[in-house]
């Protein structure tokens, strides 16, 4: 008889196959010398085996919370296999092909003789990847799922500019006791490999700027629908997540009113969004990265106030490598791996400072650091009494919903610095809502980019930059943008629902959220239920939360 840990070691086999190299930047052993089969029949077989454990795992007792994670995780598998997203996604990060070999593949820290070889060994694997990657795109284009042309074009110049700069190669960028094995693989294998898929890229045909979302392919509203469900792990559609969007940019118009009032002397929320558009931008990005540094390290400081655990690592904040900065985000978090050897990095984007308002870095920072996901990613990597998949699960609603969330309670912690910066927190806050509204504009409703671009211009505080930019990952990655602000809504009705009990001790409840890795919204619901009696008074929420099955 299977137990649920086995059910659940054997899907930590199955996310292993399906993105070696997501679970390599984890930390997981196994994984330092390959890269994912893209092949039709082989993601097929995944599909099936991810299936075959979540049914079995509805069949099992004991450890329900190991359970319900399994199911909804493998049905995750299945989901994004089904969504066949390699055959038309040209560079996006999570999914691209190309993304993977440069972007990804360079993040490996090898260190020692045996991961030096798993190194090379990845390297040879370069080849075979990108040739079978190239099968799907032709594949997907005959089968009607197009890629859009625009991001085609992308790919193409990003590989014309690494195929001319030998001696730049990102795939150089990790130490090695000895380079001569490395350069010639890339000289004889990889750089040819490029060359040739350059080519197959060149070859496919692509949909215009005019038709950029899923519901101008095959089967495209379904999918839409299904990775919607996954990504926010509820029910919602995408008409009703397209309405909650515009509901809540109304809403923000009032608080925009109350703080820009004080700032600007202005009630009109559009002429507030107006003046902080010629608000002041960074001199510099050694100027940027200050700022980053100094916000963090102002939560750190007054985050044992708020929480009862914090990690036992300080989050490091770092530029973006100069060759990922210009089509990279305004800010993104790198989780250490799980063996807690390296800790995680907080990368603010330097490139084009000049064009990044100065606003938005205290709420990026608490965002993608402290105490947003470096708190929630560092406790989850430091579970030692749980199943692996449990600290892996990849359940943006929960991750990106309490990064979200964190922006609103750093206000409540009192770390932002003046009220530019609260309306930057609105700012941010604008994006998430207006997410709902774009994502769901492009792929359920069959929104042009200018639409969404003009929608952003005139309902966000984007930079031209970024606008340009988030525009292009809303178009490659259908639905991931949905969970942040799904899931923070989730968070604010969970504590909604638990502080009006007597005894509710804040501590507790921001451990709860965090004590048990990255959950579906619907079974983060469930725990709070639970504990819907009195929650423990402040001073015993730790011993009470492990008596609690916290």
């Known amino acids: 008889m299977v137990t649920v840990r086995e059910a659940a070691d054997e899907l930590v086999e199955v996310l292993v196959e399906e993105n070696p190299l997501n679970e390599l930047l984890l930390g997981l052993p196994g994984t330092a010398d390959r890269l994912n089969d893209p092949d ?8 099936d085996r991810a299936l075959r454990i979540a049914s079995t795992a509805r069949g099992l007792d004991g450890d329900d919370l190991t359970r319900d994670v399994v199911i909804a995780e493998a049905e995750g598998v299945a989901t994004r296999i089904a969504s066949r997203l390699v055959e038309h996604t040209m560079h996006d990060s999570v999914v691209s092909p190309l993304a993977k070999v440069l972007e990804l593949i ?22 075979e990847f990108l040739a079978r990657s190239g099968v799907r795109h032709r594949a997907g284009a005959s089968a009607g799922r197009l890629p859009v042309a625009r991001r085609v074009r992308v790919a193409i110049e990003h590989l014309d500019a690494h195929l001319a700069a ?16 490395r350069d010639r693989l890339l000289a004889e294998e990889v ?27 095959p089967d495209g509203a379904g999918t839409y629908t299904a990775l919607a469900r996954m990504h926010t792990t509820t029910d919602r ?22 703080i820009g009032s ?40 007054a985050a044992p106030r708020w929480f009862g655990r914090t990690p036992s690592h300080r989050c490091r904040v770092e530029p973006f490598p100069d060759d990922q900065a210009p089509d990279a985000v305004g800010a993104a978090y790198l989780p250490g791996p799980v063996d807690g050897s390296r800790p995680g990095t907080y990368f603010a984007n330097t490139h084009a400072a000049e064009q990044r308002p100065r606003f938005l870095a205290e709420a990026l920072a608490f965002h993608e650091a402290v105490p947003g996901h470096h708190f929630q990613i560092s406790l989850t990597q430091e579970l030692t009494d749980v199943p692996t998949i449990r600290r892996i699960a990849g359940f943006n609603a929960h991750i990106e919903g309490w990064a979200l969330y964190a922006e609103r309670l750093a206000d409540e912690m009192e770390l932002y610095s003046d009220d530019l910066s609260r309306l930057g927190m609105l700012a941010m806050d604008s994006t998430r809502a207006a997410r709902l509204v774009v994502d769901t504009g492009l792929h359920a409703f069959g929104w042009p980019r200018s639409q969404v671009v003009d929608f952003l211009r005139a309902h966000t505080l984007m930079p031209e930059v970024e606008v340009q930019s988030e525009t292009d990952r809303y178009i490659e990655a259908p639905g991931q943008a ?27 409840f921001h451990d709860l959220l965090l004590a048990h890795g990255p959950l579906p919204m619907s079974v983060l619901a469930g725990l709070c239920e639970e504990v819907a009696e009195p929650l423990p008074p402040p001073g015993e929420h730790l011993r009470s939360s492990h008596r609690r099955g916290f």
Do not use: N
């Open 106 to 127: 360079p993040q490996q820290h090898p260190e020692g003789a045996d991961q030096e070889r798993d190194y090379l060994s990845m390297l040879a694997a370069i080849p």
């Open 191 to 217: 750089r040819p490999a490029l060359a040739a898929y350059r080519q197959v890229l060149s070859d496919l045909p692509g949909r215009s700027d005019d038709e950029p979302g899923l519901c101008f392919l």
């Open 166 to 181: 030998p001696h730049d190669d990102p795939l150089r960028r990790p130490k090695l006791s000895s380079d001569e094995d």
């Open 482 to 508: 949905l969970s942040y602000m799904v899931g923070r809504l989730e968070v604010q009705r969970l504590r909604s629902q638990v502080e009006r009990h007597p005894g509710f001790d804040l501590h507790a």
């Open 40 to 47: 039709e029949r082989a993601e097929s077989c995944l599909r």
């Open 237 to 258: 559609t995408p008409e009703e997540l397209h309405r909650t969007g515009r509901e809540l940019l109304a809403d923000l118009d009032e608080e925009y009113a109350e």
């Open 262 to 301: 004080r700032v600007f002397g202005l009630r009109d929320a559009a002429e507030i969004r107006d003046r902080m558009r010629s608000a002041p931008c960074w001199s510099s990005g050694e100027e940027l990265l200050a700022a980053a540094r100094t916000a963090v390290s102002r939560a750190e400081a």
